[in-house]
Nanobody, 123 residues
Framework: LQLVESGGGLVQPGGSLRLSCVAS????????MGWFRQAPGKEREEISC????????NYADSVKGRFTISRDDAKRTVYLQMNSLKPEDTAVYYC?????????????????WGQGTQVTVSS
């Protein structure tokens, strides 16, 4: 099972980025998928999760209304559209997946992780 993120980069405050995570080696239908981030000197933070088949989504308060998670199982890809970016959004962003539902991710880390992609918000 492999997850590969892309789409990170340098963007000015107020700008947008779309992260992608391509999955291989497993059938997405049965997996919840989500995004975490970790800034230097800070704990890892769960940003968003989308249930298998995309019926339910959740977001951290810090990104609610600015970020949107989506998935395209035919393309084996999960996306994170990030709008109105702020300097405090600067972090390494990680894609993750597990068969457990999103509701469990606050107490149990997903089993599978990508390598991360850097997002830097700066003028």
């Amino acid at each position: 099972l492999q997850l590969v993120e892309s789409g990170g980069g340098l963007v000015q405050p107020g700008g947008s980025l779309r992260l992608s995570c391509v999955a291989s080696g497993f059938t997405l239908d049965y997996y919840s998928m989500g995004w975490f981030r970790q800034a230097p000197g800070k704990e890892r933070e769960e940003i968003s999760c989308i249930s298998n088949r995309g019926g339910n989504t959740n977001y951290a308060d810090s990104v609610k209304g600015r970020f949107t998670i989506s998935r395209d199982d035919a393309k084996r890809t999960v996306y994170l559209q990030m709008n109105s970016l702020k300097p405090e959004d600067t972090a390494v962003y990680y894609c993750a997946t597990d068969t457990y539902p999103c509701s469990t991710w606050s107490t149990r880390d997903p089993d599978y992780w990508g390598q991360g992609t850097q997002v830097t918000v700066s003028s």
